[in-house]
């Protein structure tokens, strides 16, 4: 049997790297992940280990501290890639909490990428965010669209962290090829219900909002406005099924393992198509059977009113396609919200 090879998954005990795992795993690769827990729970590699019937190593350290990390790259032989999920991700609290933001999602990606260097590492996917084209001049946006000053510290460290990953391939001497994915919005969790978004207090995203809305952790869902140039009035983006998503990264790692790509690569990861708040709201009740209460109220800040993404670079270079749906992606976040519940983890 062709030996396993070996991929580091930074950040892979969260939302989006714990079913990176599954699928890594799953195609054949031997994920290793390295996680502080700073933003999720040792819970999620039992989730993965009961998907998977298998535990996989995990290091409980932070990406940011250059000593700590390194004894991974020491004691890990033939790391063959990175996949980067490690930051934090909360837009609100970087506004009043600027340098925790460039302190982690900045500085772990030079430490990684000095280790990258010195231990001969590559290959790096790297989690970007379609936060970066602010609030677009053209729908659907493609990778060409121009990025646009970031409205939040958050934001800003995604586009640094483009600029550092530019320079590097710019620079000719860097070893690392990289590819960028620019998430839209990862909704949902996976089809067995042991792994899934586990927000660590009050959420600030839609879906696990609503599903803790409807689970009666929180007694009403606030709509943002329903006052935008939108059909329905309500802001519009493009929710992409987390495992879809976590797919991609198995494809962007082919790609640099086949030596196709260049230095630096940037790929839109969404669905291609838009949904409104009112939407998602209508789907989740119309695929659960459960009544959501919610009311609507005033627009959120720095809100978006219209975003959704052209996949077709990806689905050309990476052979991306989504498979699940908008109602795969809500069934699934509240079955997952349900076995919460059935043990008491607390979210
Ligand atoms: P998450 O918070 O669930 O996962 C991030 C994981 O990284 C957590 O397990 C956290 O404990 C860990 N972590 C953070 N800083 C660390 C450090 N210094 N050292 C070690 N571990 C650290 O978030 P997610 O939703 O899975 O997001 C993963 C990545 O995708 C992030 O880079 C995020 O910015 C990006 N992204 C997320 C979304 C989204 O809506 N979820 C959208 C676009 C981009
Ligand atoms: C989705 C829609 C809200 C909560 C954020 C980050 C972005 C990226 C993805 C990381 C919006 C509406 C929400 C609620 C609501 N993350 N909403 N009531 O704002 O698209 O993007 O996550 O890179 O950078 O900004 O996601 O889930 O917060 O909101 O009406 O209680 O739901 O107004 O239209 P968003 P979201």
């Known amino acids: 049997m062709e030996e396993r090879k070996k991929i580091l998954v930074t950040g892979g005990a969260g939302y989006i790297g714990s079913h990176a795992v599954v699928e890594l795993y799953q195609a054949g690769f031997e994920p290793v992940i390295v996680d502080n827990f700073v933003n999720s729970q040792e819970s999620a590699l039992d989730g993965v280990a009961a998907i998977l019937e298998k535990k996989i190593a995990c290091y409980r350290l ?14 890990e032989k033939n ?3 990175v996949i980067h999920f490690a930051a934090y991700k909360a837009v609100g609290e970087s506004v009043t909490e600027p340098l925790k933001y460039y302190h982690n999602n900045v ?28 609030i677009p001049d053209q729908l ?9 000053k970031a409205a939040s510290p958050y934001g800003n460290t995604k586009q640094i962290c483009e600029d550092i990953l530019s320079d590097l391939a710019k620079s000719g001497t860097g070893s690392i090829s990289t590819i960028a994915l620019r998430y839209f919005n990862p909704v949902g969790a996976h089809i067995s219900a042991r792994i899934g978004e586990l927000p660590l207090g009050v959420p600030n995203n839609l879906v696990p909002f609503i599903t803790q809305t409807a689970a009666g952790i929180r ?6 406005g329903n006052d935008y140039d939108t059909p329905d009035g309500s802001n519009i983006r493009d ?3 987390v495992v879809d998503l976590a797919k991609a990264h198995v494809k962007a790692l082919d790609r640099l393992m086949s030596g196709a790509n260049q230095p630096l690569e940037i790929y839109n990861i969404g669905t291609g198509q838009g949904s409104s708040v009112l939407e998602v709201i209508e789907t989740f009740e119309r695929v659960t059977g459960q009544k959501l209460n919610y009311i609507i109220g005033n627009r959120r800040e720095g809100d978006v009113p219209e975003i959704y993404a052209s996949v077709t670079k990806a689905t050309e270079e990476l052979g991306f396609k989504t498979e699940l749906s908008l109602e795969d992606a809500l069934k699934s976040a509240w079955n997952w919200q349900c076995q919460l519940q ?5 979210a």
């Open 342 to 346: 059935k043990n008491q983890l607390t």
């Open 219 to 224: 007694e009403k869902l606030t709509v943002f």
């Open 79 to 81: 790391i063959e890639g």
């Open 239 to 241: 929710y992409v099924h």
């Open 107 to 134: 500085g772990s990606l030079v430490v990684l990428l000095q280790l990258m260097e010195e231990y001969r590492i590559p290959n790096l996917v790297f989690s970007s965010s379609c936060t970066v084209y602010g």
């Open 62 to 75: 932070d990406c940011a501290d250059y000593n700590a990390f390194r004894q991974v790259f020491e004691q």
């Open 140 to 148: 659907p946006v493609t990778e060409a669209t121009p990025v646009k």
